[in-house]
């Protein structure tokens, strides 16, 4: 919007400024228009009195009355100024081929600058893309991230199953340990029957001689609680064993749970890890974006540079089109100043013909004066007629006098108008080229800062290039981490299975 409005108002002073110049030269053409019907009017009066006796008897003196050396310095005054002008001429035409020369220049600088935009708008592109890439590299870690989140969750869960199935073992070796101790109890108590029975035996043999049949059956009964003392004694000793594969069980499902137990913490320590690493690849990349957002601000204000200079760049040709057309009309001018010198000097051969011819007559008109005074002289006097002749005669040659010097003073003043005005035109013509010239410089400067520009923004897409490299190598580093973690996961998952296995084994020898 702003830039807008200061297009706006720069063309509405443009405008101005040039209807200011065409009212100026409208005011000049208008001036030269009313010169030209001034020396139009003169020579229509000089036409219609030229060819008068008493005009010609003028041109016939009149040479006598100016000499020959200011006609001469008039001629080498108009020489000097035919002379002036055209080296002025010669300096405008080398100052327009300098113009064209450096407008096509600039023209190449401007063709330059766009390759140059065109080339980073391409850089642009090939760093948009890679962030693309990275945002995609970015969502496919998260959802790595996200798995491996799952999986250690399951791993979790499972771990808390093993615990619970720990502590179920833990409680079936306390009721074996109950049983164990409830069969030591009723080997105990056996113990307390062998003795009593063998106290008993021992009685009954001292009896023995009496009691042949008891002795009988007491063997009977002897043998059968040596045998069930027997069976007891297996069982405990199954028991026993049952209990030491029991405990080794357990020591190894101990091991495994603090193996698991160690699993577990090292998955935490690289999930941890692999927070921060996703957390400084988010920082990354929104570092990135925001360089990107950078790069796309100063390749829109490069574009608004390159429209301004373009638009300066059309003013200028402008400018230029108006110079060469002021060229044009100057070099009119001096050739119309030079048609002009050419019939002044023509003038000047023809009045130096008739000074030549009036020398002649005047000599002519001596004589006829001399002769005629001869006469008068003879005569006596002259009349009143001839007195009255001569003072009208004297009289319009008077007059014809008068106007030929004003005619002379119009003549001098149109030449005066037209040096005027070619020096105005050179001045304004010398303005014009330093005004270019001053505009040459500021757009100079301002390619020159362009080119900073440019070169800054050359260093940021080769830093956002170290950041993509940089982002890679994470990138792939985490790939790695989180390839070693699956691999981790999948032989803590094979622990698992082999401890599932072996606690189903247990638990079918239990039953």
């Known amino acids: 919007m702003r830039d807008e409005r200061l297009s706006r108002i720069i063309t509405r002073i443009q405008a ?50 100016k000499s020959a050396e200011t006609e001469k310095e008039m001629q080498q005054n108009m020489k000097e100024e035919y002379g002036r002008l055209k080296d002025a001429l010669e300096k405008s035409e080398s100052r327009r081929k300098e113009l064209e020369e450096k407008m096509v220049s600039m023209l190449q600088e401007k063709n330059d600058l766009q390759l140059q935009v065109q080339a980073e708008q391409d850089n642009l592109n090939d760093a948009e893309e890679r962030c693309d ?109 049952k209990v030491n594969t029991l405990t080794k069980g357990k020591v190894k499902l101990e091991q495994q749970v603090d193996d698991l137990e160690g699993s577990l913490e090292q998955e935490k320590k690289i999930r941890m890890d692999l927070e921060r690493a996703k957390r400084k690849l988010e920082g990354d990349l929104k570092l990135t974006q925001e360089n990107i957002m950078d790069l796309e601000n100063d390749k829109q204000q490069l574009e608004e540079k390159l429209k301004k200079k373009e638009f300066e760049i059309h003013q200028q040709n402008s400018r230029i089109e108006d110079e060469q057309a002021l060229a044009l009309q100057l070099q009119k001018k001096l050739k119309e100043l030079q048609a002009r010198i050419e019939e002044l000097e023509e003038e000047l ?138 691999a981790k996961l999948e032989e803590t998952q094979r622990v698992l299975n082999d401890a599932n296995t072996q606690r189903a084994k247990l638990q079918t020898e239990n039953g």
């Open 133 to 241: 890439q990275l945002i995609k590299n970015k969502i496919q870690l998260e959802a790595k991230v996200k798995e491996l989140t799952e999986r250690l969750e399951d791993e979790e869960e499972m771990n808390a199953e093993l615990t619970a199935k720990k502590r179920k073992l833990e409680d079936e070796c306390s009721e074996l340990k109950k049983d164990i101790d409830d069969l030591e109890l009723s080997l105990a108590k056996v113990e307390k029957e062998k003795h009593a029975t063998e106290n008993k035996v021992k009685n009954l043999t001292e009896e023995m001689a009496g009691l042949d049949e008891t002795i009988a059956k007491l063997t009977k009964e002897k043998k059968a609680l040596q045998e069930s003392h027997q069976q007891t004694l297996d069982d405990l000793q199954a028991e026993e064993d």
């Open 349 to 486: 051969e023809a009045e130096r013909a008739a000074r030549a011819k009036v020398e002649k007559q005047r000599a002519e008109v001596s004589r006829e004066l001399e002769e005629l005074s001869e006469r008068l002289e003879e005569a006596g006097g002259t009349t009143a007629m001839q007195l009255e002749l001569n003072k009208k005669r004297e009289a319009e040659f008077l007059k014809l006098r008068r106007d030929l010097e004003e005619a002379t003073l119009q003549h001098e003043a149109t030449a005066a108008a037209l040096r005027k005005k070619h020096a105005d035109s050179v001045a304004e013509l010398g303005e014009q080229i330093d005004s270019l010239q001053r505009v040459k410089q500021k757009l100079e400067k301002e390619k020159s800062e362009l080119k900073l520009e440019l070169d800054d923004l050359s260093a940021n897409v080769e830093q956002l290039i170290k950041s993509k490299v940089a982002m890679e190598k994470v990138s792939r580093s985490m790939e790695d981490q989180a390839a070693e973690h699956l």
């Open 16 to 65: 101005r400024a040039r209807g200011q110049l065409m009212r100026l030269e409208f005011k000049k053409i208008v001036e030269r228009r009313d010169a030209l019907l001034v020396i139009q009017w003169n020579l229509r009066a000089f036409m219609g009195v030229k060819n008068w006796p008493w005009m010609k008897l003028y041109f016939k003196i009149k040479p006598l009355l």
